[in-house]
């Protein structure tokens, strides 16, 4: 597991902004599999969301082969759901995906033996749900008003 800052070229918006912060995982062992991965993906999302239906959609990354989007259900049975969501009742959390053998192969591992997957998380959208925020512009302005209803959790 490794947090980091990411810049993107990406259209501010109430649910996106141009730099944010990740959460990369990645697995690396003998026999490993997409089902590993949707598994321990599953899991993640049932104790963080308490309990929500996942799915996954076909995505690209350049390291891994395949790739895919999580995203995790919500509904829309309330205005704050519906707005997170677009509407459609899916969240969407993180990109996960099986490492491309080459990768492995230019770590020095082999890849006969050894696959793996990896998945990235932007926080900062974690923290919109869990915390009821409504706009994702709000943790990057420094208003101080708004950073003390989080005093406790520091």
Not at 56 to 76: C, I, K, Y
């Amino acid at each position: 597991m490794a947090p980091g800052r990411v810049y993107r070229n990406e259209t501010i918006s109430a649910r996106s902004h141009a730099q944010f912060h990740q959460v990369e995982g990645l697995y690396v062992d003998e026999g490993v599999s997409f089902a590993d991965m949707k598994q321990v993906l599953l899991y993640f999302a049932q104790e963080m969301f308490g309990a929500p239906k996942i799915r996954l959609r076909p995505s690209f990354f350049p390291f891994t082969e395949p790739s895919a989007e999580m995203d995790v259900w919500l509904g829309t049975d309330t205005e704050e759901n519906y707005r997170l969501t677009k509407g459609t009742g899916w969240l969407e959390i993180l990109g996960c995906g099986m490492v491309d053998p080459q990768v492995l192969e230019n770590c020095g591992i082999d890849s006969r033996t050894y696959s793996g997957y990896a998945f990235g998380m932007g926080i900062e959208r974690q923290a919109l749900r869990l915390f009821n925020i409504p706009d994702i512009r709000l943790l990057f302005e420094n208003d101080v008003r708004m950073l003390r209803q989080f005093a406790a959790f520091v």
